[in-house]
């Protein structure tokens, strides 16, 4: 699992270098916020790498991230293309978000598990 902290610190670090060209691709007006999000995702894989966070830290990223989704998936016009649409990127995204509630959860389940492991020895 560490090795796989590795690899999503670097997957989410090529996320956030992505969003710089929102602003010119999707014209999207707070493209910082999704490179801090992103950014704070790398950080915390890169972490976890090393050692485990309380599991409160990956709910919170998980509840965070499934209520900007919610918000986000609002957006989206069904009717229209829904990912790489650069008139609406509410598609994109949402999908991001339920990247990060995934692999936060992912987390926060392996903390969880290597917690409940180690009370029952």
């Given at each position: 699992m560490?090795?796989v902290?590795?690899?999503?610190?670097?997957?989410?670090?090529?996320?956030?270098?992505?969003?710089?060209?929102?602003?010119?691709?999707?014209?999207?007006?707070?493209?910082?916020?999704?490179?801090a999000?992103y950014?704070?995702?790398?950080?915390?894989?890169?972490?976890?790498?090393?050692?485990?966070?309380?599991v409160?830290?990956?709910?919170?990223m998980v509840v965070?991230?499934?209520?900007?989704?919610?918000?986000?998936?609002?957006?989206?016009?069904?009717?229209?293309?829904?990912?790489?649409?650069?008139?609406?990127p509410?598609?994109?995204?949402?999908?991001?978000?339920?990247?990060?509630?995934v692999?936060?959860?992912?987390l926060?389940?392996?903390?969880?598990a290597?917690?409940?492991?180690?009370?029952?020895?």
């Open positions: 560490r090795y902290c590795l690899l999503m610190a670097l997957v989410f670090t090529a996320f956030t270098l992505v969003q710089f060209n929102d602003l010119d691709q999707y014209h999207t007006e707070k493209w910082y916020l999704w490179v999000a950014g704070l995702c790398a950080l915390i894989s890169l972490i976890s790498f090393f050692k485990r966070l309380p409160i830290v990956y709910i919170s965070a991230a499934l209520t900007a989704a919610v918000v986000r998936v609002q957006g989206v016009e069904w009717s229209r293309e829904i990912l790489y649409n650069p008139d609406n509410s598609g994109n995204e949402t999908g991001g978000l339920l990247v990060i509630a692999w936060m959860g992912i926060a389940w392996a903390r969880k290597k917690v409940a492991k180690h009370t029952e020895l």
